[in-house]
């Protein structure tokens, strides 16, 4: 009997994986040749993972640490405010993976990918990639599922679209380099935790502040517009040899990611300024803390990749 068993499991486990190989066969089939993203076949499961793996910490595991850490300000919230408290927490997460590795990539990138910054390839930018899909697939769904603002779904989808672009690929050696725009996400997150821990206006909050300025300012807008420039002068050099829609939607997007980041900076400096103020505008910003947070720094999208 014990012998069926075991005969019967190795049945099943040899055509389990027999069908999950041609599955996984027919799905990079499509994905390659029919969608025409040509190098994300390689990839496909750690994209897959990045996504389990983001949902993961989302529903079960930012939750399980938050009421463990923070019984108090975490437990004595709604559903709302508890979702929104674990996005943060993956938001997180996600910086605190995908910052080492864009650097990892960038520090040893091949002299023939920074050659051709249009359509060069560099293995390492694949699983920089995968991570930042995945995250913004979850960051998508979670945007349409706990539905606020149409402009979280149309962040979600639009980052998506563009990182999995890369695979075809197109310019992905900028879109490495604008993952480094997270750095700041960072220090946001810290500083929207302070918020609902009771550490508004405190100098822990004020240093972090000023990390979250500094780091902002540096990276998107000093750095962020180094790299546009360069972005928009090889648009220019590849007009010709790409369809003018990818022209148009990627160098207008860039133009108002440019534009966004300023707006977005001097709204901080006011937010910001509102903690250390009267004790009456602190009472108004932790009033929000059961509601899901519109405030000038969590207007601010997560992600701006």
Known sequence: MLLNIRILTAVLISAFSSYSS???????????????????PPYLSLFFWSFIGFSFVHQVLGPWCSARW????????GRSAKNNWSIHVVSQVHVLII?????????????????????????????VHAIACGYFL????????????????AHGVVCF??????????VAYYGVRCLLWETSTFFLNNHWFMDKTGRTGTRA????????????????IVYGGYI????????LQIRKSVPLT?????????????????????KMITSLRKRFDTTGERAQLLSTDNQHSHSTIDIIPQTQG
């Open 22 to 40: 041609v599955a996984m066969i027919s799905l990079e089939k499509f994905v390659s040749e029919t969608l025409g993203l040509t190098k994300l």
């Open 99 to 127: 910052i080492p590795m864009a650097l990892w990539c960038i520090w040893n990138e091949s002299p023939e990918w920074s050659q051709d910054k249009a359509f060069g390839w560099d293995s390492r930018v694949g699983y």
């Open 205 to 220: 909050q004020l240093i972090n502040g000023v990390f979250l300025l500094g780091s902002f300012f540096f990276i998107r």
């Open 246 to 266: 990818h022209v148009i939607i990627y160098g207008s997007g860039n133009f108002v990611l440019q534009g966004l980041n300023w707006f977005w900076f001097f």
């Open 70 to 77: 923070f019984p108090s300000s975490y437990g004595a919230k």
């Open 138 to 153: 979850w960051d998508t769904l979670d945007a349409i599922i706990n539905f606020i603002d149409p402009g979280f779904v």
């Open 161 to 170: 679209c563009i990182y999995l672009m890369g695979y075809t690929p197109f």
């Open 228 to 235: 546009s420039i360069q972005f928009f002068h090889t648009l």
